[in-house]
């Protein structure tokens, strides 16, 4: 169980971590408005993926943990970034590892906008970065009020139906990530190698 729950962790923390360098990398070069929003949606897919195969509490957050580890590996240096990839953590897993709510939906959205808003709130009044302590409430208001928003509808859909998805999935295989050499743990191990491994070598090159 636990060589199961560590290249668990590792594949499904690579796969955020891939999200965050990469597409976040795209997203933040580019200047595009409220690109965390697509972040915070591929981030709760992949918690929810994760949930299903392994639910117990705190995954989440080590999941968050692992992926600002990559995040760090591979993107210049932004605290901002990788304060919010565990405060996105920790609001999955207090929403659905703790107060598990009735609908999934409904939990995506709690989750979704409690992570924007102790974002905000912290980036504006705790650490007092001077991109959002500057614009103040207008700033936080606007990152809740519209960018949470739009990334709560997202993940009030995407979370269903990824975790409808996963239950299939589950259901069709449902140890894969028994260290074994099948097909799918095999391809579940290159997946999980080549991941942290272009982290790694990418972290070289560059610094």
């Avoid at 240096?77 to 953590?89: E, N, P, R, T, Y």
């Avoid at 107060?99 to 009044?125: C, D, G, Q, W």
């Avoid at 302590?133 to 009030?156: E, M, N, P």
């Avoid at 050499?181 to 999980?192: C, D, E, K």
């Amino acid at each position: 169980m636990k060589k199961e729950y560590i290249l668990a962790v590792l594949f499904f923390s690579g796969l955020w971590g891939v999200s965050e360098a990469v597409l976040g990398g795209v997203l933040y070069r580019a200047n595009i408005p409220y690109a965390s929003v697509p972040l915070t949606a591929v981030g709760f897919v992949v918690l929810t993926f994760a949930s299903v195969y392994f639910p117990q509490k705190g995954t989440a957050t080590l999941l968050a943990a692992f992926a600002m580890l990559y995040k760090f590996l591979n993107a210049p240096f932004f605290a901002c970034h990788l304060l919010g990839i565990v405060i996105m953590g920790a609001s999955y897993d207090l929403f659905f590892g703790v107060l598990k709510p009735a609908r999934r939906s409904l939990s995506a959205v709690a989750a979704t906008y409690l992570n924007y808003a102790v974002f905000a709130l912290m980036m504006t009044y705790v650490f007092r970065y001077s991109y959002w302590a500057q614009q103040g409430v207008s700033k936080v208001v606007r990152h809740i009020g519209i960018g949470g928003s739009v990334a709560a509808l997202a993940c009030a859909v995407l979370v269903p139906l990824s975790y409808r998805l996963a239950e299939r999935l589950k259901a069709n295989c449902a140890t894969p990530f028994v260290v074994r050499l099948q097909l799918v743990p095999g391809s579940l191990w290159a997946v999980t190698v080549a991941a942290w491994a272009f982290g790694i070598v990418a972290h070289l090159v560059t610094h």
